[in-house]
């Protein structure tokens, strides 16, 4: 996640927050740290160490996990020359009890915790609320919230016996907490760990960071847990390096780090930045950088506000009714004909006298940006409408760059001719494609003028408008390449291939990817089988579904195993939830491959591979 303002985000630690930097020792001081025997947990545990505290204490359920993990502590303080005495507790934090068995052994000890990070938690369970009951979602509660409030009030109200000591409490908190879609198949761990969070947020208000330090943040993009069990590999994302929230805790727990008091910032973002952004950001809002309902309507509003004021449009498209031989795209040399995907939000761009553009830092109205210079194979686009896509507003929250332009699906006229394609291309021409959005400063949809290959751009014919054309975009493109590309479908032209004595499942088919899968799969001579609450029926069979079935029906996948035993493609055009292991379910008789558009949870069923698309290499440049 990027934030306005900012405009250096690391991946890896950096000099400011190393733990060896003087101001940042942590000599004579304890730290306790719950699910310090693995993962991030370990990480700030090591980090403590290389700090020279002179305790570092790791509590975990797990006796074996805890011994491991004190050995390998003790080890990194000898190689590193540090003070530090490494030892561990057993507790389980989500039972009283055994919380009250924890600090208890503490003062009997005569143990003082100067700084307490809380990263234990429960990742919540692979279900919806109501199936995972009562009981399991209390279960995340004890661990992630309750837990939370026992910890943080037994560390205030230790009985220091005279110590006066700067008391700090980090807390690993998750985006999770407010961009619930990363973890939507797990709806109690988002919801939980923000009541922890909120918790913590409302008791800085409370209490002064000169009485106790509360820093909360989000460690980053990191392969753990919560990652494998969503079917992630080292391979999906270009993770973070683990030592980063490690060394972050450090500088969180010093007293440079008082500015974040009680709010909630990521472990990648640039600490000597964060520090002006931040006494900026609170001069005009109190609860600046603070996880929760409150400040979440009041981004929004201001975003709403930022478009209505510069000339931005937004209005709710249906379906555009257009013959399939009337409208042809143009794509990597293959021309394919396709109906104006379903449901479309389209944004129009009106009455724009100056430059301006939609940044993916926090999605605000930039003015006077340059026009982008072409090359001699580009074209330069006056932009006239566009399609939002979930890509899109996912840029307003993860890592984009300073400056980069959101928006991928365009519609406009041709303003610039680069020299070696004027054969192609003319001043005027009515033009229309996907670019990778969200990434260039130069390249984004949400602006007046964007660059593209004149290859990655198709003309749009004379009966077919601005807004429908916009829909023409990653859609399509996520189609073509999931069906040529991972499952070896041939492109088809513009006659409707040989009927194949094959079903191919294509899950979500009334989604706008799902349309344009049914449409090609269709062209292709595949017999479609899809899924759709009752109310699309009707809509996917009219894109060419042969058959379709309810995917609310807890039978769906044996359904579909009746009819159609021999399904060995598939594609996933929801990705959430439980949508990849009902395709694989559908797979299971034959085996075979399932394509998903998003990362998710796999289950092992035999047989059956997966495999992830982005449509964004379509491009044809590195990201």
Not at 109 to 115: A, E, F, K, L, N
Not at 328 to 353: E, G, W
Not at 445 to 460: G, N, T
Request: include cysteine; proline fraction near 5%.
């Amino acid at each position: 996640m990027s934030l306005p303002g900012l405009k250096t985000l690391h991946k890896k630690p950096y000099p400011v927050i190393y733990p060896t930097r003087p101001e940042l020792s942590q000599e004579g001081r304890t730290i306790l740290i719950t699910g310090g025997n693995s993962g991030i947990g370990f990480s700030i545990a090591r980090s403590f160490v290389i700090s020279k505290a002179k305790r570092v204490i790791v509590a975990s359920r797990r006796h074996d996990s805890i011994q491991t993990a004190v050995s390998k502590l003790a080890k990194q303080a000898k190689d590193s020359g540090s003070p530090t005495a490494a030892e561990g507790r057993v507790c389980d934090v989500g039972d009283l009890n055994s919380t009250a068995s924890l600090w208890q052994g503490l003062k009997d000890d005569g143990i003082h915790v100067d700084t307490l990070v809380l990263s234990a938690a429960s990742l919540g369970k692979n279900k919806p609320l109501l199936e995972a009951g009562r009981d399991g979602v209390w279960d995340d509660f004890e661990t992630n919230t309750r837990a939370t409030i026992d910890f943080t009030t037994r560390f205030y109200g230790q009985e220091a016996q005279g110590i006066e000591t700067h008391k700090a409490l980090i807390s690993l908190s998750t985006c999770v907490t407010y961009m619930r879609h990363y973890a939507s198949d797990r709806p109690s761990y988002g919801i939980t760990k923000l009541a922890g969070t909120d918790y913590l947020q409302q008791l800085a208000f409370e209490v002064g960071p000169k009485k106790m330090q509360i820093s909360i943040f989000h460690p980053g993009i990191i392969f753990n847990e919560l990652a494998a069990a969503r079917g992630m590999d080292e391979t999906t994302y270009p993770w973070d390096d683990e030592n980063l929230p490690g060394n972050f805790a450090v500088w969180a727990a010093s007293p440079e780090a008082e500015f974040i008091h009680g709010r909630f910032v990521w472990a990648a973002w640039d600490v000597e930045e964060l520090k002006t952004r931040i006494e900026d950001g609170v001069k005009k809002n109190p609860r600046f950088l603070m996880a929760g309902i409150e400040g979440l309507s009041r981004m929004i509003k201001s975003v709403k506000a930022d478009h209505n004021e510069d000339g931005y449009k937004f209005y709710f498209k249906e379906t555009a009714k257009v013959d399939r031989n009337d409208c042809k795209l143009l794509y990597t040399n293959c021309f394919l004909p396709f109906k104006v995907s379903n449901r479309s939000i389209v944004t129009r761009l009106i009455n724009a006298t100056r430059a301006k553009a939609i940044g993916g830092q926090g999605g605000r109205v930039q003015d006077n940006v340059p026009i982008p210079t072409i090359s001699s194979n580009e074209i330069l686009v006056k932009v006239k409408a566009v399609a939002l896509n979930p890509t899109d507003f996912k840029h307003l929250d993860i890592i984009s760059p300073t400056n980069s332009i959101i928006g991928c699906d365009y519609a406009g006229v041709v303003h610039q001719v680069g020299d070696s394609v004027r054969d192609r291309w003319k001043v005027g021409d009515r033009v229309a494609g996907a670019v990778h959005g969200g990434l260039y400063p130069d390249k984004g949809a949400f602006a007046e003028y964007l660059k593209i290959d004149a290859d990655l751009a198709w003309k749009v014919p004379d009966d077919i408008s601005d807004t429908d054309a916009t829909t023409y975009g990653v859609s399509a493109v996520t189609a073509m390449l999931v069906l040529n590309v991972h499952h070896g479908i041939p492109f088809v032209d513009t006659k409707p291939a040989t009927p194949k004595n094959e079903a191919i499942f294509i899950y979500a088919g009334a989604t706008s990817a799902g349309l344009y899968h049914i449409q090609l799969a269709k062209a292709a001579g595949y017999t479609v089988v899809t899924t759709a609450s009752p109310r699309s029926f009707q809509l996917v069979k009219q894109y060419g579904a042969d058959v379709v079935f309810d995917y609310n029906s807890p039978s769906v996948a044996e359904d579909i195993i009746k009819e159609y035993p021999k399904i060995t493609k598939a594609v996933d055009c929801f990705s959430e939830g439980k949508s990849t292991s009902i395709c694989a379910a559908v797979l299971k008789p034959s085996g075979g491959k399932v394509v998903t558009l998003l990362p998710n949870g796999k289950s092992s069923t035999p047989g059956v591979t997966y495999d992830l698309v982005m449509s964004y290499t379509a491009m044809g440049h590195a990201f």
